[in-house]
């Protein structure tokens, strides 16, 4: 089973995606800031991040992940009022924009899922799929 950690502070969209990923094999880990993210990220090394881009250390926090060799491929989720910025100014592997559909997360994540880990190998693919 895939982990994925979701660092959102706002409990209606965590709910949301917890509601999206989980029945579909997943398991969701939700946190609310980055240094709850770091620790669950260290005692539960995650396949995927998605990170709230409203939080104020969010950018540190992508990149953190992104700095991480082999490790888990990100999402910034980024509220549509933001704007449109490339996946790689976020140091993000995709961008998800709020609000989203439950078949557009889902999308995205299962994409990632299936080009496996960032150094490179294969990877399950939900069951969804």
Do not use: N
């Amino acid at each position: 089973m895939s982990m994925i950690l979701v660092v959102e502070p706002d409990p209606a969209f965590a709910e949301r995606i917890t509601t999206a990923l989980e029945p579909h094999g997943l398991s969701i880990s939700v946190v609310g800031d980055r240094g709850a993210a770091l620790e669950g990220a260290a005692a539960r090394p995650p396949r995927l991040v998605l990170v709230d881009s409203g939080l104020p250390e969010a950018e540190e926090l992508l990149a953190a992940f992104a700095a991480r060799g082999g490790g888990p491929g990100a999402i910034a989720l980024v509220p549509a009022w933001a704007g449109s910025r490339a996946a790689a100014d976020y140091q993000a592997d995709a961008i998800v924009t709020k609000p989203f559909s439950d078949d557009d997360l889902r999308a995205t994540v299962t994409r990632l899922l299936e080009q496996g880990p960032a150094t490179g190998g294969t990877a399950s693919p939900p069951a969804w799929m």
